[in-house]
């Protein structure tokens, strides 16, 4: 029989059983990378894009180690927004199913906008394991319902977000009152200097793991330009929805506003249109996830926050309304599509004031490719580089020009229409420049 590749790490039996039902036959370079150290019990910051198996890399090994016997919290993990802290708890459930039936898990999932007495009713057996967002844990640990202080691992998952979102404070006060020395897990996408005395605080020597990815986006992601052109953008966008014609599509903007103005515009003119955005009520977006599962929109607007804390299946398509200023963010948002092995189109609607954003995305690895929509039709137009370059050209020729020009008329003395005369002499200089480039060609 064929030894699954997760088998050498020495996981238990149900574990591994676990790993064969997910359909997992061989690690992620990450997964590669934390799983061993996890089990040793090392601290540790790891660093990866989306969809790398990040959320397994810590899963495994945590329950791994859990004792189901023993109804005491053993371990934390936080994320910074309800969706994603779900997504995990689902991921854990999974796992959780199995455990020895004489020796259940007690798996708990704690987050806002639910009824926190009905969640502390409930405490009188402590689970073994916690998942949630740090202000309700917090809450529930300071009302003595949640007893932290058995608990020797921490996870914080997107500290970066948390950090953005005003979470660390929250995470630290229940961090405080855990096992004397805890194992902690930090993941995140950057390191802002403003996060490093927290991990001091609570990590000596940590061990690093940076996953560069091959490149810089997933393989099977088509990155489209698409000019504004002086064009309505409303509309713009309005067309390439159509055009796209997508099983589901995120349209990204950068403010609750702007995500807000563009759902209105595209509903008015017909199209099945959801929203996710921090001003939603806790109960509007349990309510729009589950309208987004049973595919009653075709299309989502959302903001950054969307592409960091919520899994949503079956993305087609990614259409930047606007280029993020994080262009960390972009990795970010075109990650929602091509998962679990299919493809996906990431297409961006841009003006000349992007020129910058997209040299350096470009950088980081992205390859685009130039389209325009004529007439209903797709059109392969040229590069912006091409166009770019050729302007650097044509900018190179005229400063030659005028530095041939200018030397011609360094002796001689200024006569009357010398203006008139030293202009035609530059367009000469050019002509000549342009003739003996079409030659060359």
């Known amino acids: 029989m064929k030894q699954n590749n997760f088998e050498r790490f020495q996981l238990n039996d149900y574990i591994i059983d676990a790993v064969k039902s997910l359909g997992f036959d061989k690690p992620t370079e990450i997964q590669e990378r934390v799983l061993p150290s996890v089990l040793k019990g090392t601290s540790l910051i790891g660093q990866s894009q989306t969809g790398t198996g990040k959320t397994h890399s810590y899963l495994l090994p945590i329950m791994n180690k859990l004792d189901a016997s023993k109804d005491e919290v053993q371990a934390i993990i936080s994320a910074p927004t309800r969706e994603l802290a779900n997504q995990i708890y689902k991921e854990a459930l999974k796992i959780a199913e199995h455990f020895p039936k004489e020796n259940p898990l007690n798996v708990r999932c704690y987050i806002g906008g639910t009824d926190k007495q009905r969640v502390i009713d409930k405490l009188k057996s402590q689970p073994q394991l916690v998942i949630g967002t740090p202000g309700r844990i917090k809450d529930l640990v300071e009302d003595g319902a949640l007893q932290v202080f058995s608990a020797t691992v ?86 390439l929805a159509v055009q796209y014609n997508p099983y589901l599509a995120i349209i990204f903007t950068n403010t609750k506003k702007m995500a807000d103005k563009v759902a209105d515009a595209l509903i008015e003119k017909g199209l099945r249109v959801g929203r996710i955005h921090g001003d939603l009520s806790p109960r509007d977006r349990k309510k729009m996830m589950k309208q987004i599962n049973s595919l009653d929109y075709q299309y989502i607007v959302a903001t950054d926050l969307a592409a960091r804390g919520i899994d949503i299946e079956g993305v087609s398509h990614i259409i930047n309304y606007e280029l993020p200023s994080d262009l960390d963010f972009y990795i970010h948002r075109t990650g929602r599509t091509a998962r679990a ?59 030659k020009a005028k530095s041939l020009a200018s030397t011609n008329k360094k002796h001689a003395k200024v ?25 060359s060609k």
């Open 415 to 439: 006569k009357p229409g010398y203006k008139k005369k030293f202009q035609r002499q530059v367009e000469d200089i050019k002509k000549r420049e342009r003739r003996l480039k079409n030659k």
């Open 154 to 239: 921490l996870v914080v998952d997107e500290a970066d977000l948390m950090l953005d979102m005003g979470f660390i404070e929250d995470v630290d006060k229940f961090a405080s009152r855990m096992a004397q020395h805890i194992q902690m897990l930090v993941f995140s996408a950057t390191i802002p200097e403003k996060l490093k005395p927290f991990l001091k605080k609570y990590m000596e020597n940590p061990k690093h793991v940076h996953v560069d990815p091959k490149q810089a986006t997933a393989v099977n992601i088509e990155h489209v330009l698409v000019p504004l052109r002086h064009r309505d953008k409303i509309q713009l966008l309005h067309d």
């Open 341 to 399: 092995g299919y493809s996906g189109i990431a297409a961006t609607i841009y003006d000349i004031s992007d020129e910058d954003a997209l040299n350096r995305l470009e950088k980081m690895g992205v390859v685009f490719k130039d389209v325009d929509l004529q007439n209903g039709e797709w059109m392969e137009i040229d590069e912006r580089n091409k166009r770019k370059n050729r302007k650097r050209q044509e900018s190179s020729i005229d400063t």
